[in-house]
């Protein structure tokens, strides 16, 4: 997910980070935790996601909150909304997608060179299958169609933009929110939980004695330092659950 995403915007080598981030600390002789979710256990939540796919659905229908939890569809597409643009509760620096892609000009340009081409051949390679079809029909049936009236081809526009918004809302529905929840919230959590644990690991080996642990209580010594590396979808996410852990 992010890692083909700022792969297409910034043509960088997925997984990178994680690779650099390893080889700073073997040249500093830091300890590296491994904090994400097992890849299999990953795999197989993603066999769950038809089901996920029906109870969002379902979570649509009035009647269906569950005591004080908000309903499964807005919990999920609240995951997206935080992992792209943030949360004011948030406190701190945090990612958000659109100031990313405003603020780079190469972002823009990478951006309209993945997402234009695919669109602009979708559309053409429709015009051009309906085309063809009309003149297998007869050169009648295609002469009508450089002559066939506006309001026509209105009519058309707009049944094909419904249809386009009605296949995006699915898609976004049925695919999009059940992967936001498997592949960013729940590991949002899992790494999360990892991380706090490796703080306590980090302040437990630094402290030696009452003596330091007074001079760390009243700030005069650091309790120690511990670098997340994280997917950039995972950033404003995992923020948030560690202050929400205080």
Not at 24 to 53: H, I
Not at 129 to 148: H, Q, T, Y
Not at 192 to 221: F, L, T
Request: overall charge negative.
């Amino acid at each position: 997910g992010g890692a083909a995403c700022r792969t297409a915007l910034g043509r960088s080598v997925p997984g990178a980070e994680f690779m650099r981030a390893i080889a700073l600390s073997e040249e500093s002789g830091m300890d590296v935790v491994l904090a994400d979710a097992d890849v299999q256990a990953t795999l197989d939540r993603l066999s769950t996601v038809p089901s996920l796919s029906a109870q969002i659905l379902w979570s649509f229908l009035p009647g269906r909150d569950e005591g004080d939890d908000p309903p499964l569809h807005r919990r999920a597409s609240d995951v997206v909304r935080l992992a792209l643009w943030g949360d004011d509760s948030i406190a701190g620096p945090q990612l958000n997608m659109a100031n990313f892609i405003l603020r780079s000009s190469k972002a823009r340009a990478d951006l309209l060179r993945v997402v234009l081409p695919p669109v602009l051949l979708g559309l053409v390679g429709g015009y051009a299958i309906e085309w063809i079809g009309m003149a297998l029909e007869g050169g009648e049936a295609a002469a009508d169609v450089v002559s066939s009236p506006s309001l026509q081809f209105l009519v058309d526009l707009v049944t094909e933009t419904l249809l386009f918004g009605t296949s995006t809302v699915m898609t976004f529905v049925l695919l999009v929110l059940p992967l936001a929840e498997v592949l960013i919230r729940e590991r949002d959590e899992v790494l999360a939980s990892a991380i706090e644990v490796a703080c306590w690991d980090v302040r437990k080996n630094r402290v030696h004695g009452r003596e330091m642990a007074n001079k760390i209580e009243r700030g005069e010594e650091p309790a120690g330092r511990l670098v997340a590396v994280l997917g950039m979808l995972h950033v404003n996410g995992v923020a948030k659950q560690l202050q929400a852990s205080k």
